[in-house]
């Protein structure tokens, strides 16, 4: 059975770099994990491969989709499979690599088909939410999904929303959608998952360096952009935008637009490591102990 390695782990770790050593290895093209880096005109907010790594390794699912476009997981697993299907037709072996676990839970446990997701009911709910109702949500997502709502914070409004969301778009709630039809990628045996952890300090230092790098690559500049074209990213979570836009508007500095997008990030990277913390792994790699290097000479004999 062909092995895909799926690279995983928090912003900013060094996922790309791997992925892409490791691909020379195997004569693989990488399909993004990334629920951000999949859209077309923000390469450097959402810290997509630059142009070098793109040229170095071909890469499927990063920088195709419209801005104004949402990706549900059941699209995605969709995109994944037919992704896989082309680079094994071209005598190559994929390699999956991005930090959104719900991706990755979805293609390895399931996620019903009927995914869907409908721009007119979802802003309407995150109306309410903004509008300070999130306890009158949570409460309604109680009542007709009891089960689900248990694992579903009701400060989480992309969860929560994305839960009522579904409900009216099928008339059934989360838990009677996955036991009825849960699909998952074809290929899920063949997913050979590898997580790289790395000490909170050194992942805070690495974002800091990297946000200062996408300042200097045209952050504010791609965030203009979307401003003058009026591009409505409310559903990509573009950290940044706001940070930057609040620099463009003079209403703070633009040392701290930077250092609030720091901020930002490291919150967004320490959520990623708890929910990978509490998933199971083919292989854990601690970064701060092991170099990219090694972790590729350990895969490779693995394979």
Same mark, same amino acid.
């Given at each position: 059975?062909?092995?895909?390695?799926?690279?995983?782990?928090?912003?900013?770790?060094?996922?790309?770099?791997?992925?892409?050593?490791?691909?020379?290895?195997?004569?693989?093209?990488?399909?993004?994990?990334?629920?951000?880096?999949?859209?077309?005109?923000?390469?450097?907010?959402?810290?997509?491969?630059?142009?070098?790594?793109?040229?170095?390794?071909?890469?499927?699912?990063?920088?195709?989709?419209?801005?104004?476009?949402?990706?549900?997981?059941?699209?995605?697993?969709?995109?994944?499979?037919?992704?896989?299907?082309?680079?094994?037709?071209?005598?190559? /072996?994929?390699?999956?690599?991005?930090?959104?676990?719900?991706?990755?839970?979805?293609?390895?446990?399931?996620?019903?088909?009927?995914?869907?997701?409908?721009?007119?009911?979802?802003?309407?709910?995150?109306?309410?939410? *903004?509008?300070?109702?999130?306890?009158?949500?949570?409460?309604?997502?109680?009542?007709? *999904?009891?089960?689900?709502?248990?694992? @579903?914070?009701?400060?989480?409004?992309?969860?929560?929303?994305?839960?009522?969301?579904?409900?009216?778009? /099928?008339?059934?709630?989360?838990?009677?959608?996955?036991?009825?039809?849960?699909?998952?990628?074809?290929?899920?045996?063949?997913?050979?998952?590898?997580?790289?952890?790395?000490?909170?300090?050194?992942?805070?230092?690495?974002?800091?360096?990297?946000?200062?790098?996408?300042?200097?690559?045209?952050?504010?500049?791609?965030?203009?952009?979307?401003?003058?074209?009026?591009?409505?990213?409310?559903?990509?979570?573009?950290?940044?935008?706001?940070?930057?836009?609040?620099?463009?508007?003079?209403?703070?500095?633009?040392? *701290?637009?930077?250092?609030?997008?720091?901020?930002?990030?490291?919150?967004?990277?320490?959520?990623?490591?708890?929910?990978? *913390?509490?998933?199971?792994?083919?292989? @854990?790699?601690?970064?701060?102990?092991?170099?990219?290097?090694?972790?590729?000479?350990?895969?490779?004999?693995?394979?």
């Amino acid at each position: 059975m062909t092995t895909f390695f799926t690279i995983v782990g928090p912003t900013g770790i060094g996922k790309t770099s791997l992925s892409i050593k490791l691909a020379k290895k195997f004569n693989s093209e990488i399909i993004g994990l990334d629920s951000r880096q999949i859209y077309k005109m923000i390469p450097i907010g959402t810290a997509q491969p630059s142009e070098e790594e793109l040229n170095s390794i071909k890469h499927h699912l990063v920088g195709i989709k419209d801005l104004n476009d949402s990706v549900s997981a059941g699209e995605y697993i969709q995109l994944v499979d037919k992704t896989i299907t082309e680079i094994l037709e071209n005598k190559k /072996t994929p390699i999956l690599c991005g930090g959104t676990g719900l991706y990755l839970k979805s293609l390895v446990e399931g996620i019903f088909t009927g995914s869907k997701t409908d721009s007119v009911i979802r802003s309407s709910l995150e109306q309410e939410y *903004d509008n300070g109702k999130s306890d009158d949500l949570y409460k309604e997502l109680i009542s007709i *999904d009891p089960k689900y709502s248990k694992k @579903v914070h009701p400060n989480n409004k992309r969860r929560l929303i994305r839960a009522l969301e579904i409900y009216k778009i /099928t008339g059934k709630n989360m838990t009677e959608n996955f036991k009825s039809d849960n699909k998952k990628s074809n290929f899920y045996k063949n997913i050979h998952t590898v997580y790289l952890r790395i000490s909170r300090q050194t992942l805070g230092e690495r974002i800091y360096q990297r946000t200062l790098s996408m300042m200097e690559s045209g952050m504010i500049e791609e965030v203009q952009y979307i401003r003058d074209k009026k591009y409505n990213i409310d559903h990509i979570d573009y950290i940044g935008f706001s940070e930057i836009s609040s620099y463009l508007d003079k209403k703070i500095s633009i040392e *701290d637009a930077i250092e609030k997008i720091h901020i930002r990030t490291r919150q967004y990277a320490k959520r990623q490591m708890k929910w990978f *913390d509490n998933q199971s792994f083919d292989n @854990v790699f601690d970064m701060d102990n092991t170099s990219v290097n090694d972790i590729v000479g350990k895969l490779v004999e693995m394979n």
